[in-house]
């Protein structure tokens, strides 16, 4: 895990030597894929890496998919070994940047984000809505988007394919600290 933080890093700090930028190692990202009444298909991963370049509004988050926690392990076991496959493909990431971005803003703004959106090993231009509330120091975040599973090829069995969501939703917050 060491590896992949300090890798990302790496990534992340070719925006720029004399950039301004802010990390976490601490982002949270949600998702939720359950169908109406039927079981929660839901997980957490808090252990998500992002940074901000505050100059330019490049802006990158890297997950570690066996990061995700289910309230039912065996939920937890399907989700890794079946469907995201995190033993071939250990990370999900986005690489983008935010339109229009103010570094001098005081007020909280929602802002569009294009980018790369990288899932299964499958990247994706995506355009989605960032909120963006300066903190001080710190910049808080939130972000709220939807994907299909097949989409980025992960593949749902007829079995269970009416027990689970076809817009998978994912929700996101951070708090990035100047560095």
């Known amino acids: 895990m060491k590896k992949i933080i300090i890798a990302c890093t790496a990534l992340?700090?070719?925006?720029?030597?004399m950039a301004q930028k802010a990390i976490t190692r601490t982002g949270?990202?949600?998702?939720e894929a359950s169908m109406?009444?039927?079981e929660e298909i839901a997980a957490t991963n808090s252990t998500v890496s992002a940074v901000l370049d505050k100059n330019t509004g490049e802006i990158?988050?890297?997950v570690l998919v066996k990061g995700f926690k289910f309230k039912v392990p065996l939920m937890e076991e399907h989700f890794n070994e079946n469907y995201m496959e995190?033993?071939?493909?250990?990370?999900?990431?986005?690489?983008?940047?935010?339109?229009?971005?103010?570094?001098?803003?005081?007020?909280?703004?929602?802002?569009?984000?294009?980018?790369?959106?990288?899932?299964?090993?499958?990247?994706k231009k995506v355009k989605q809505?960032?909120?963006?509330?300066?903190?001080?120091?710190?910049?808080?975040?939130?972000?709220?988007f939807s994907v299909k599973p097949q989409d980025y090829s992960i593949a749902i069995p007829a079995l269970v394919k009416n027990k689970i969501a076809e817009n998978v939703k994912i929700n996101g917050k951070f708090t990035l600290t100047e560095k």
């Open 36 to 38: 109406p009444a039927l």
């Open 28 to 31: 949270e990202v949600k998702f």
């Open 129 to 144: 809505k960032i909120t963006i509330k300066p903190a001080g120091k710190d910049t808080n975040g939130t972000f709220a």
């Open 60 to 62: 990158a988050f890297l």
């Open 86 to 123: 995190s033993d071939k493909y250990p990370k999900a990431s986005f690489k983008g940047k935010i339109i229009g971005y103010d570094k001098n803003a005081t007020t909280e703004k929602t802002y569009d984000v294009e980018g790369d959106l990288t899932i299964h090993n499958v990247t």
């Open 12 to 17: 992340l700090m070719g925006y720029g030597a």
